[in-house]
């Protein structure tokens, strides 16, 4: 076992040999994905948002076989919820907050590091999360946690222009990993609990150039303006948490848009808030709105829409149709028309309260919480940041999700707005008397106590909603999941393990204490012939192949 430590200079001089390299021709190769699956070109291993994978070599009968073939040891302490590139047997990781790091896909070799110093100011994030970069060509592209996008060439790791996309000041920041589209790199800003007005925006790839930018909360003369009252747009949140998606044919990328601000005072912002906690079709040449879809009008209980929309084309009711599923935060498992933004389908994958059904169209039926009643799910959600798979093998859709928990809200008085202060309003301890909350309780300073809440992965049904079958945890899990051709599922969990199911039967098959929280989602990869599975654990890389 090889452990490669990234206490690095800002930049080792060594370069990537390019014969291992190649060349990227260009953005088609994105498009094509899946011509190639011995690479993990983007985010979550293609355009489609699936994170899955055809790669055969590992099975359910040889799976039990894994074993660590190296680890690469992340020089720091913050979150490392990276989802890993692979390029033609070169890896590239971020650790955070926002250093990229090329790697030997086989050995664990480091072969260059690009360290970047944010910029002082308030950082907009729980946790200085980076989750990965987007490549095109032999450029590489990472969004910082102060509000840079960053062009490094992917051979030597040294910088070709970086592009200021928001204030760090005001709290503007950026979490996500880009997607590269056509010539542009895409990116979407993160801050809502600070008051920021929120926006995706594209550059161009050659010379980091703003091409096109879409507020998230819409100003006058915008469309969505009026579910705003007076100024409460200014500081209507929408952040852009993580990575959207992209449908070549039409030319649409899919993204999912955040809560509004202040996230708990929906008495404060009347209206329906859009853009927030809806996902969004933009023209990808212009930026330009095609449709848009709310799943939480108003939204009281921070139930961000910023999960992975995932584009499959099937049958729908004996149609083939472009669709795109949806599991979202609030609860509901949701299956809309990815060329018109239609409702079809929308079914609760675990316990909720906060209202009694979704009407014809969609729309939740409200059923208010008084103080002092827990509500389902609390403000973490059903499911949160970490990406869902989808298998074309066993057409299941597959989460990590959140379940028997809750919290109680209050909305307490207006929160005044200050630049790069908090601007979550409401108190979410419950009132003196309250039964205590099952999921997490609120102490002291700030901070959070994890109670009686337990994760699940599950596989439901996108036809009809239902869940065929659930593997519970010990512990919450904020696991992303992998699935391949073989029907295997691999997921992690916040107690240190490291699965792997049977993506038919939620079985499990292997697991592995990999002695940290998996917080990313796992990929996989091929070189020379033989099949490696990566995961971001702890503060490690844990890259595994057969015996």
């Known amino acids: 076992m090889m452990i490669k430590r990234a206490i690095l200079p800002l930049l080792l001089a060594a370069a990537i040999p390019y014969a291992l390299h190649g060349q990227m021709s260009s953005s088609t190769r994105l498009v094509r994905a899946a011509d190639e699956p011995h690479n993990w070109l983007t985010y979550s291993g293609g355009y489609s948002g699936q994170r899955h994978s055809t790669l055969r070599q590992v099975d359910a009968t040889n799976v039990k076989n894994l074993e660590i073939k190296w680890i690469f040891q992340a020089n720091s302490l913050q979150s490392f919820s990276a989802t890993p590139l692979v390029v033609d047997g070169i890896m590239y990781v971020t650790q955070a907050p926002n250093d990229v790091v090329a790697i030997d896909a086989v050995t664990g070799k480091v072969f260059w590091l690009y360290h970047h110093s944010a910029s002082p100011g308030r950082l907009c994030c729980r946790g200085q999360v980076n989750r990965g970069v987007a490549i095109l060509d032999d450029t590489l592209f990472m969004a910082t946690v102060d509000a840079y996008l960053i062009a490094i060439d992917a051979k030597n790791g040294r910088p070709i222009w970086k592009t200021k996309v928001g204030d760090a000041s005001s709290a503007y920041g950026m979490t996500l990993a880009p997607l590269v589209i056509k010539d542009k790199v895409v990116v979407g800003v993160a801050g809502a609990e600070f008051g920021i007005r929120g926006y995706i925006a594209a550059y161009e790839a050659a010379t980091g150039k703003e091409a ?14 009026e579910t705003w009252k007076g100024d409460a747009w200014k500081h209507g949140g929408g952040s852009v948490w993580t990575t959207g998606t992209y449908d070549p044919e039409l030319n649409l990328t899919y993204w999912g848009i955040g809560n509004p601000g202040p996230d708990f005072n929906n008495a404060q912002r009347p209206g329906d808030n859009l853009y927030s906690d809806s996902v969004v079709a933009l023209d990808a040449d212009t930026g330009k709105l095609k449709w848009h879809f709310q799943f ?4 009281p209980y921070d139930y961000d829409s910023t999960q992975v929309p995932v584009l499959v084309d099937a049958n729908w009711n004996g149609t083939p149709r472009k669709l795109m599923y949806f599991a979202n935060r609030n609860g509901f498992f949701y299956v809309l028309d990815r060329v018109t933004g239609e409702y079809l389908l929308g079914k609760a994958y675990t316990e909720v309260n906060w209202t009694s059904g979704l009407d014809p169209k969609g729309r939740p039926v409200l059923t208010p919480q008084p103080a002092g009643q827990t509500t389902y799910p609390g403000p973490l959600g059903a499911t949160n940041w970490y990406s869902p798979s989808f298998s074309p093998s066993t057409n299941l859709f597959y989460l990590s999700a959140w379940e028997n928990y809750g919290q109680v ?4 008085d207006p929160v005044e707005f200050r630049e790069g202060q908090n601007f979550t309003g409401g108190r979410l301890s419950p009132p003196p008397g309250a039964p205590a909350m099952p999921g997490m309780q ?9 109670g009686a809440a337990h994760g699940v992965v599950m596989a439901i049904d996108p036809k009809t909603g239902t869940k065929k079958w659930g593997y519970e945890m010990h512990d919450v899990t904020t696991s992303g999941v992998l699935t391949t051709a073989t029907d295997l599922l691999f997921v992690g969990g916040r107690e240190g393990y490291f699965h792997a199911l049977d993506a038919r039967t939620g079985a499990l098959l292997w697991k592995v204490n990999v002695g940290g929280e998996t917080a990313a989602g796992p990929m996989t990869y091929q070189v020379d012939g033989k099949q ?11 890259t595994f192949a057969l015996r």
């Open 296 to 299: 939480t009008p108003n939204d």
């Open 442 to 450: 609120r102490g002291p300073v700030n901070t959070w106590h994890e």
């Open 212 to 225: 096109w930018r879409f507020y998230t909360i819409p100003g006058p003369g915008e469309p969505g303006h």
């Open 532 to 542: 490696y599975v990566a995961v971001a654990a702890g503060h490690s890389l844990f």
């Open 409 to 412: 809200f209050d909305p307490g």
